[in-house]
């Protein structure tokens, strides 16, 4: 199948989110063409003369929040063509949804936009599965100054967008890769020889970049701290060990002038996350947001031919 290449305005629209145009066309070709499987979509092309237009509209079937309406937009201008094909938006990527709204309305060629049909909602669903997700946990921290960030537990080839849609329910990304940030977890303290070995051995290789250590005990925060750490992740901590973790952070900062930015991680629940945040903790990081979360209901509904 030919596939079209994107409009000037949808570019636009995805830079603007952050977003790499040309990462999002592969994306969907890639998912088109697994679709197709090196063939053709033999129902559509069987059922449907090539010359049918039809309106359709993309709907909500359960409360939650959206991400990736345009990429949604960005399959039907792939497959149907965007001088073919018209996309209404009804609602956008962060707007909170109810069961029943119209998410958008299109008008395309009847055949083609059957093929895009489930590539759309396959990424649509995934994506807006996440942003509610972050909009429950955001929700459960109201009020309290902790921010809700994901982790690099992403689907392989959708980290961008899975992160995305992170940002959509009012979370907040962690490092992106490998490189842009450096987090020294059990297994590099182990490695390197202790805590203060390990954070020396990155601040030397990669002078300007923020590093982040995980601890498991107060005793290694005191150690992160002393080395000069920037963010200190207190991995598997209960709430009252976190509280004394953050007060242990208060006293550091007064004494020295250095702040450090604790996050809690491991063990998470939204029951707990409320508790979690009151502790004082800058940031709790959920990796179940992107590798866990259930997608959010979204259908695609014929009107009428054109």
């Not at 947001?289 to 997608?295: A, M, N, Q, Y």
């Amino acid at each position: 199948m030919k596939m079209h290449p994107l409009s000037d305005a949808l570019m636009a629209r995805l830079r603007g989110q952050g977003i790499d145009p040309a990462y999002v066309e592969r994306v969907i070709a890639d998912t088109v063409s697994e679709d197709l499987d090196g063939g053709i979509d033999v129902t559509s092309v069987a059922t449907v003369p090539v010359t049918q237009r039809s309106v359709v509209t993309f709907g909500s079937r359960a409360n939650g929040c959206l991400a990736g309406v345009d990429v949604a937009a960005a399959v039907v201008e792939m497959v149907c063509g965007a001088t073919a094909s018209s996309f209404e938006r009804v609602k956008n990527d962060g707007d909170r949804v109810s069961k029943g709204d119209v998410i958008a309305k299109v008008e395309a060629p009847t055949q083609y936009m059957l093929t895009a049909e489930r590539t759309a909602l396959n990424l649509m669903c995934h994506l807006s599965g996440i942003a509610t997700a972050t909009s429950q946990w955001v929700d459960a921290v109201a009020g309290t100054g902790a921010i809700i960030r994901d982790t690099r537990k992403t689907t392989p080839g959708l980290r961008v967008l899975e992160k995305y849609a992170v940002r959509c329910g009012g979370g907040q990304n962690h490092r992106m890769s490998l490189s842009d940030a450096a987090l020294v977890k059990d297994n590099h303290i182990a490695a390197a020889g202790g805590v203060e070995q390990a954070f020396f051995k990155v601040r030397e290789m990669a002078a300007n970049l923020p590093i982040e250590i995980e601890v498991d005990d107060l005793d290694q925060l005191r150690v992160a701290l002393g080395a000069g750490a920037d963010v200190v992740l207190l991995d598997n901590m209960a709430p009252d060990i976190m509280r004394e973790a953050v007060a242990i952070g208060i006293a550091h900062e007064k004494a020295t002038g250095h702040s450090v930015l604790l996050e809690a991680s491991g063990g998470l629940t939204l029951a707990n996350a409320r508790a979690v945040a009151e502790t004082g903790v800058h940031f709790i990081s959920v990796g179940g947001l992107t590798h866990s979360s259930p997608i959010l209901d979204i259908g695609l509904d014929f009107h009428t031919i054109v």
